[in-house]
């Protein structure tokens, strides 16, 4: 009876170290993808806010399972979000056909885009994209501790509104509205102010840094002189809740040691 119940024992363990060493042998991601979203009119790289999860986010859903209904990949999909200078990258995903879909996006819908990731190489992919609102012209410029930034707004389509404009600086280049991604902002708002008078013009905006904290203290003063006596500047745009940044610029100032 022993020697019975010892040989069930046996072929079920065995059958169990069967079924891990299978588990072990599945094949890793060896797949990917990357590219830019490049703007439509003007074929120049779409800046974006800082990569994370109040960026742009992509999504890569496997094409015969996105249809499904049962709890399979097709409600896992691969996620990841757009770099801060318009670009996108994900070397971790399966050989296989997906369908790449984007998420908070600061440009006008785009098609759900048909991609195969075939092993061992990472496919390129550029997004053709029209963005709400451009920011060009950026000009930055330090003087008594006054910070002074001129640009341009430009854009496409005037079926919205541009709400407001606003002018960040960080002692980071990575920067965006989000709290913690700026030291200070100025934001405008620009709802009353017909869109005619925003557009293709020469607009201003300002920091006064005399007496701000952020600007004073000094474990971010030495980081300040770390850059090479540089903070950074961003414009950014908001059109129907979305925003668009202009590229982050740096801008000499003088510190007091």
């Not at 742009?56 to 801060?84: C, M, N």
């Not at 002074?148 to 854009?155: H, Q, T």
Request: hydrophobic share 35%; net charge negative.
């Amino acid at each position: 009876m022993k020697k019975i119940i010892y040989s069930i024992l046996s072929i079920l363990l065995g059958s169990l170290s069967l079924v891990s060493c299978q588990d072990d042998n599945y094949d890793e991601p060896n797949s990917g993808i990357k590219g830019r979203f490049i703007d439509a009119e003007t074929s120049e790289l779409v800046p974006m806010p800082v990569q994370g999860d109040n960026g742009v986010r992509l999504r890569l859903y496997e094409k015969d399972r996105f249809y499904s209904t049962d709890r399979d990949h097709s409600e896992l999909p691969v996620s990841f979000y757009a770099k801060i200078d318009g670009t996108y990258e994900n070397s971790w995903a399966f050989s296989t056909d997906y369908l790449l879909t984007f998420e908070q996006t600061n440009f006008y819908p785009v098609d759900t885009i048909d991609v195969s990731l075939r092993g061992g190489s990472i496919t390129e992919k550029d997004i053709l994209v029209t963005p709400y609102a451009r920011i060009s012209d950026v000009r930055a410029t330090f003087e008594n501790k006054q910070l002074n930034v001129a640009y341009k707004i430009s854009r496409s389509k005037a079926d919205y509104k541009i709400e407001n404009t606003f002018l960040a600086w960080h002692i980071s280049p990575y920067i965006d509205k989000v709290t913690g991604n700026f030291m200070d902002m100025n934001t405008l708002d620009r709802k009353g102010t017909d869109d005619n008078q925003l557009l293709n013009t020469e607009l201003t905006q300002s920091i006064d840094l005399t007496n701000n904290a952020n600007f004073n203290k000094e474990d971010n003063k030495a980081i300040i002189l770390g850059h090479g006596s540089q903070i950074f500047v961003r414009i950014g745009v908001t059109t129907n809740g979305k925003v668009n940044y202009s590229t982050v610029v740096p801008v000499k100032v003088t510190i007091e040691k």
